[in-house]
């Protein structure tokens, strides 16, 4: 989800007001044997684009098209190994209105 202001800034709705609240929205991750409770990691993620192609590393799954999806596996950041590429370190949040 794209967070929601739940009280926050005297709002009770889902809005088109760029908050922190709202898009600055944490991802949990439980993978026993893999993260470890209290582990954190502050890299820049995009939850609904960068699952898939996480879900497709872990299961060992390649994609056809490559260039098709726009996210990036956090099977790296989740695993804590080397990088071997940059990993993103800006990104943009845009609303109509």
Known sequence: ??????????????HYILYEDVVRV????????????GQTCDDFVYNF???????????GLELCNPGHLQGKSLLPLLAGE???????DAVVS????
């Open 49 to 59: 684009l960068d699952l898939p192609p996480t879900l497709l590393s872990i299961l």
């Open 1 to 14: 989800d794209h967070g929601d202001m739940c009280g926050s800034h005297g709002m009770m709705d889902k």
């Open 82 to 88: 080397g990088l071997t590429e940059p990993w993103r």
């Open 94 to 97: 845009t609303y109509n209105g």
């Open 26 to 37: 944490p991802l949990i991750i439980r993978w026993s044997g893999v993260r470890h409770p």
